[in-house]
Each structure stands twice: as structure tokens, then as C-alpha cells.
């Protein structure tokens, strides 16, 4: 059985790719690829008349969504029915129309301790989509590292791992990559390509600026509230558990073990039960807006011109 998100219908007649080309740039691409016949389509119809067809279809999902109980024997399925539905039918993706990012909150939330699914592609693919949908995805997949969801799908690993290259910490994605090697995940043969891919890439990839100098470290903060980003991955932070090295094939690489170090990190991973919602993550993020009324500007007070002084900095913390 076929479970990716969108299959591609196969046309029945011609299609005319001038009724597609002027929407192209609204239209999101998909791992899959989209139908040429569906896309003209959607660009043929009026856009009220489509829309209200498509407002009905969203009805008796939702309503299909509704009736089914956790105790069915696939539950999952009209979840990942719906999500086929709105790819299919809404080319620019996510969209308060298209209803799609509350579909997949409320489709990956509902089974996230159900241990049916921990492992079933469908449900890594709505995370996968889900992700994609978030400003930052990398915390979507060190939630998924810590509650166990797709650890045996090579899905997951190349996700992430094509996030934080993008994000241009290819050290990391590498570490990603070789982890989901090391527990031979399904499909292993894909995931050995890609990351074969991956390092080719890497080799002709120009280099990364050079990171900003760190800020001296408040006398605030404390070791034990920084949280390595691959911790819940299974990755050892240094120094944290027992490392195995060269291990598979002799690849380089910290294999997380369960120590009274490492414990620590689990039971931290095992607390994070909600991930939040993007618009409750994007409000985190965001500075509170307050009226101007009654609020004044501080003013510089005049100050008598003097001789000029050059302070000499003196660095207080040692860099070397």
C-alpha cells in the first residue's frame, strides 16, 4: 500500500502548461510531484465556485475527523487522508484557507504517546510536513528524538540532517546522518546515499563565514542550563556517558550510552511532553506591542564640551 502523501494522477488528455505556468510561483513543490492535470484544473476553475467545493470537502473531513475513535482499528488513516487532501488541492501549501498547519497540530498531537505509530512512515511524513511549516524545525525533530517517534525510519535522520545543513552546521548533519547509518534504519541503502550525496556536496560547498566572537559568559548562567543540540538524538555530549568510536565500519562517531551522566539528558527529554503550537511559538518570540500614550523618551542632558578621552579596553575574561 502506497502511503505517500500526494500521488500524481495520470492525465486523461493533453495538458495546456501555459494555464499552470502563470501560478508556478504560488505553487509548492513536493518530494512526490504534483499532477499537471490537477494543477490545471485548480487554475481553471472560478475561484468561488472552488472554493466552496473545496469548503464542503473540509466539512466532511472534519466530520470523518470527529467521528473516529483512538480505538479504531487505523485511526491515523483519515488523518493522513486529510493532509493528501489539502496538498493536493492548495499548490501554495500552508494557508488559512488551506487549514493545513492546524491539521497537522492537531493529527501529530492526538497520536504522539500511541505506540502504533511511533514508527509508521504516515505519521513521520505529517512531522516531516509539520516541520517544514515552523520557524524552527530543528526543535520539531529533538522533540521527535525524544519521545522515540520514527527512530527507525531513515526519514527522520535525513530531515534533520537536511535542516541543519541548511542552517550551515554541516558538522552536526554528518553526526545525523552516520546515527541513523548506525542503527540501521529503514531504508538503509537510501540513507547511505544520500549521506554519500551529502558529502559530496560538502566538498564543493564554498566555506562557512567565520562564527562571531562569543560574549564573555554572564555570571548568571551555569553549565547545567546549556542543553547540547543533538541531546536527545542519542548523541553523547563531550564527556557525558561511555563513547564507543569507529565503530560500523570504523566511522568516527559518539555513541550515546546510558550512564548516570547521560541519564540526566534522558529524563530531561522525557519531560518535554508539548511542543507547542506555531502561533504560540511565534507569539514567544515576539515583543509585546503597548501604547505610546503617556509614555516619554529619556533626553540627553547638555553637557559642556570637555577635552576628548579615550578609554583603553581591557578584556576581563582571557580568550586565549
Known sequence: MDHSLVTPARPTQPVDISTIEQQKENIQPLASGRSASQLASLSSHSRSGLGSKLAEEHKLYQARLDAVSIMAEDPLDIHHQYARFVL????????????????????????VDDERYKNDPRYLRLWNLYAKNMEAPEDCYRFLFAKGIGEKLASLY??????????????????????????????LERIKKRHVDFQERMLHAPPLPSPPRPSPPSSTSTASTARPI?????MAPSGAGTVAGKENGGNAFAIFRDTAASKGEHAAGAQWDDLGTVKSRKRENEIE?????????????????????????RDSVSWL
Open 158 to 187: 535525513e530531515e534533520f540532517a537536511l535542516v541543519l545543513e541548511q542552517a550551515g552546521r554541516r558538522k552536526e548533519a554528518d553526526k545525523i546522518y552516520t546515527l541513523g547509518i548506525n542503527r540501521s534504519v529503514t531504508p
Open 88 to 111: 493536493g488541492n492548495y499548490p501554495a501549501g500552508a494557508s488559512a484557507t488551506s487549514k493545513l498547519v492546524p491539521l497537522l497540530e492537531a493529527s501529530t498531537r492526538r497520536f
Open 289 to 313: 506591542a503597548t501604547e505610546w500614550k503617556g509614555e516619554t523618551l529619556p533626553m540627553a542632558s547638555a553637557s559642556k564640551p570637555g577635552a576628548f578621552k579615550l578609554e583603553v579596553f
Open 230 to 234: 543533538l541531546a536527545g538524538a542519542g
